[in-house]
T-cell receptor, first 114, second 111 residues
């Protein structure tokens, strides 16, 4: 079935760049999302990319999409301690239409060391 | 701002109890979702509702039921709680677009 895979943990030093990777199986996904979950909170949409784009930049965030390899990445420049959180990759489900049904990856815990 | 609220942040119940988790959204969204979140497994969809009184099973519906009598409210029901239902439960809603807005979550412990 449809699947989204992420590594579970990433540790970086403050000021470095972080790159969080995600692979997915459903090539018909139209939108691909990155959500952030801070400790004790629900998920919050960080950014998204439309499937006909290769790259999207939003301040310190860069999203890269390789449709051929079904690979999505999130780069955070100048990572700060406040970026410590769990990051979820999500893609819309095949045939979901306008229902908003998504498939989520396992989440990558980003630890930022001072 | 879209707001999704959940009735409890923390809940402790005994095995066999009936448990109700409530979720309310204030943006007139058609779609509402219940997920459970477990370490290493990410978010798994339990049930989904696309309109009042309409529901669809998600990936792990066993042991759960839902109710949507009003557009803004979506309830998750554990008919007879079991220890393997100890988890974080997240509610979300979405409108015409695919962006989902999440509540803060309910951490349920079943002893």
């Amino acid at each position: 079935g449809e699947d989204v895979e992420q590594s579970l943990f990433l540790s970086v030093r403050e000021g470095d760049s972080s790159v969080i990777n995600c692979t997915y199986t459903d090539s018909s996904s139209t939108y691909l999302y990155w959500y952030k979950q801070e400790p004790g909170a629900g998920l919050q949409l960080l950014t998204y990319i439309f499937s006909n784009m290769d790259m999207k930049q939003d301040q310190r965030l860069t999203v890269l999409l390789n449709k051929k390899d079904k690979h999505l990445s999130l780069r955070i420049a100048d990572t700060q301690t406040g970026d410590s959180a769990i990051y979820f990759c999500a893609v819309d489900r095949w045939g979901s239409g306008n229902t908003g049904k998504l498939i989520f990856g396992q989440g990558t815990t980003l630890q930022v060391k001072p | 701002d879209v707001k999704v609220t959940q009735s409890s942040r923390y809940l402790v119940k005994r095995t066999g109890e009936k448990v109700f988790l409530e979720c309310v959204q204030d943006m007139d969204h058609e779609n509402m979702f219940w997920y459970r979140q477990d370490p290493g497994l990410g978010l798994r969809l339990i049930y989904f509702s696309y309109d009042v009184k309409m529901k669809e099973k998600g990936d792990i519906p066993e042991g759960y039921s839902v109710s949507r009598e009003k557009k803004e409210r979506f309830s998750l029901i554990l008919e007879s709680a079991s220890t393997n239902q100890t988890s974080m439960y997240l509610c979300a809603s979405s409108g015409q677009g695919n962006e989902q807005y999440f509540g803060p979550g309910t951490r349920l412990t079943v002893t």
